[in-house]
């Protein structure tokens, strides 16, 4: 499958339809860029938000142990609560980013590779 | 240890080795050619990956250590759990499967992918080199103390032996049978401990009605006046705002240090493509989360059921909770099944870094540095990788030894800080930052590299405080013993002014092959072997 270096300088010939071949190519092409934007557009505030919760609750059990140490339910403290909500979140967020690749993102690299590999 | 039996605890050991031993011998019989070697000619599923990322993850530390810190500190050693957790999101959303797809063999692949070869592979190369070597230093120290603790090895020379023989046979698994045989030593260890831990879990939830509370009741009870304090953080951050900040400086070290650990990263190379990388880390983190859910009852069922007392009067302090806790519930049948557990960790884990080293050394530093990339080198190569498993095992070996009886649990902080601080920005900017060039990824990589050990080596840890390396000496000027909190940032900034600094220009046409590449999988090394051949 190496597309780069033999077919760089075949160019979508007039009136015939081509597969487009070199990197820069599929990089310009409309459907790569928006498989980027998809990608980018889900995992970078995804993150954002991952590490924002996370740090909030790393700075809440290292300077608010009062509020950490109130019991919810018997001996549950709210700070196991929020310790254990971290991991439903990472969890959750693992599903989120599988069922978004499966649905979103892997037809479209689908759809590329099969323009690219005829 | 009372209620040990050695000759159970070495027994059950040796019945693991002897296990591993035939699995890596029938799996191959000397893999031939470097993608064998070093990947296992990414024939495993991404099931069979996932399992392995946890057995090469979750290390002796986070087994014996993350229990013995919530057994003795509650609260706070559960709070390690956590950063340990969440990190595999930055893997799994960022790097898993955009790795898997440009790269081949090693983390310097991906990062010298579209900048000059030679230093940005060095520099890449070093950094694997020097995350490795402190993570190896740690386990095969604890190792020897391992010895001392499960086995009643209390001189020195028996504990070398002890030390040698983890090593020697840890050589021998990666010798013959590669990443292939290193894969299946660590989804065997994976499967043995995550459920010995399950198991254990139950025994303890059991005994109190499945009742959660109801175990931390007794944690309270028999904590006496710091009882309270078992379930809610501050116990061993809490005292100073010194120690406060150094607790900052580490939750942001093991989030963002995961991602850039070069023997996770390579694990990656296993599998087929992007999607098997996904699925990877998908079982990565239910089998990592689900055995750190297990540690926090293990750690509170040792202080429920042992208590801290017994603990902090064991030999081995913290790192008893768990051997202790293993007797007072099961005999010596179940003390030397987690004896057992313990060394087989420490044994998968030295095996998957060592590969890891050996495979750095080899591709990155002799075939592309030295022999640059020659056509005549690669067959030479494996040779070299051979050779870079026995001396690094031989170092290893030798470094366990030496260091016997000091504390040099930082060490595994250290690896996380370099990864967090040197491989994880400059991995970041390659894969999504355009203009990022080769100035930009030396300064990061070495910048990072050179605080992270700067900051270390003038903290508490080395000198100034009664813990440190040199107890007498007093040369420390940075207070914390994490430098994450510095490191990091600094590392991304140098990053950056390295970037729009310099004259240089990005190469366009190589990043519109990498980032093509990153995210179609497009010119991707593919399996060779049949899919999910063993």
Known sequence: MDIAEDTTESRPETGRQRPETSWQEIQRSSEFVELRRRQRGFAFPLTAFFLAWYLLYVLLADYAHEFMATKVVGNITLGLVLGLLQFVSTFLISAAYVWFANRRLDPVVDDIRQRVEV | ?534
Request: glycine share 12%; charged share 10%.
């Open chain 2, 1 to 534: 240890m009372d209620n040990s039996n050695p000759v159970v605890n070495i027994g059950i050991f040796a019945v693991f080795v002897a296990i591993t031993l035939v699995v890596v011998f029938r799996v191959n019989r000397g893999p031939s050619s470097a993608a064998g070697f070093y990947t296992g000619d990414n024939a495993f599923t991404g099931r069979q990956n996932g399992v392995a990322l946890a057995g090469d993850y979750l290390s002796a530390a986070a087994f014996l250590g993350i229990t013995g810190a919530i057994a003795l500190n509650g609260y706070d050693g559960f709070l390690y759990s956590i950063g340990f957790l969440v990190a595999w999101l930055v893997a799994l959303l960022l790097v898993a499967e955009l790795l898997r797809n440009t790269g081949r063999f090693t983390m310097a692949d991906v990062l010298s992918f579209r900048m000059r070869q030679r230093p940005v592979r060095t520099a890449a190369a070093l950094s694997t080199l020097a995350v490795t070597f402190f993570y190896l230093l740690a386990q095969m120290n604890g190792a020897g103390g391992l010895v001392a603790l499960l086995l009643g090895v209390v001189d020195e020379v028996g504990q070398a032996v002890t030390v040698s023989v983890v090593g020697v046979v840890m050589i021998v698994y990666v010798l013959i049978g590669g990443m292939k045989g290193t894969t299946w030593v660590q989804i065997i260890k994976a499967v043995l401990l995550i459920a010995t831990a399950f198991v254990m879990a139950v025994w303890i939830l059991g005994r109190y009605g499945f009742n959660l509370s109801a175990l931390l009741g007794d944690v309270v009870r028999l904590g006496g006046e710091n009882g309270e304090a078992m379930l809610a953080p501050g116990k061993m951050y809490g005292a100073t705002d010194v120690t406060r900040a150094d607790f900052l400086s580490l939750g942001i070290t093991l989030v963002l240090g995961t991602a850039g650990l070069p023997h996770v990263l390579m694990r990656f190379y296993t599998v087929p493509d992007a999607k098997e990388a996904r699925r990877s880390v998908v079982w990565a983190i239910g089998l990592i989360g689900g055995f750190l859910l297990m540690t926090m009852v293990l750690g509170y069922g040792a202080a429920a059921l042992v208590g801290s007392e017994r603990i902090l009067g064991a030999p081995g302090k913290a790192n008893s909770a768990i051997p202790l806790l293993a007797a007072e519930l099961g005999g010596p049948a179940l003390l030397g099944l987690v004896a057992a557990v313990a060394f087989a960790t420490i044994l998968a884990v030295v095996a998957g870094l060592t590969i890891t080293a050996a495979a750095s050394f080899a591709h990155d530093i002799y075939l592309n540095v030295i022999k640059r990339n020659a056509r005549d080198a690669g067959a030479s190569q494996l040779t070299v990788a051979r050779w870079a498993v026995v001396v690094i095992g031989l170092v290893s070996i030798a470094g366990g030894i030496v260091t016997n009886g000091q504390n040099v649990a930082f060490l595994v902080a250290l690896a996380f800080a370099v990864a967090a601080s040197a491989n994880l920005p400059t991995l970041l900017y390659s894969l999504f930052w355009r203009r990022f060039t080769t100035t930009g990824a030396l300064w990061s990589i070495y910048g990072g590299l050179a605080t992270t050990m700067t900051l270390i080596v003038f903290s508490p840890v080395v000198s100034g405080s009664p813990t440190s390396i040199f107890p007498s000496a007093d040369f420390a000027w940075f207070p914390l013993s994490n430098p994450g909190i510095i490191s990091i940032p600094l590392s991304f900034l140098l990053g950056y002014l390295g970037t729009v600094l310099s004259a240089e220009r990005p190469d366009a046409v190589k990043h519109a092959e990498m980032e093509v590449r990153a995210l179609t999988g497009l010119g991707a090394e593919h399996a060779t072997a049949t899919k999910g051949s063993a």
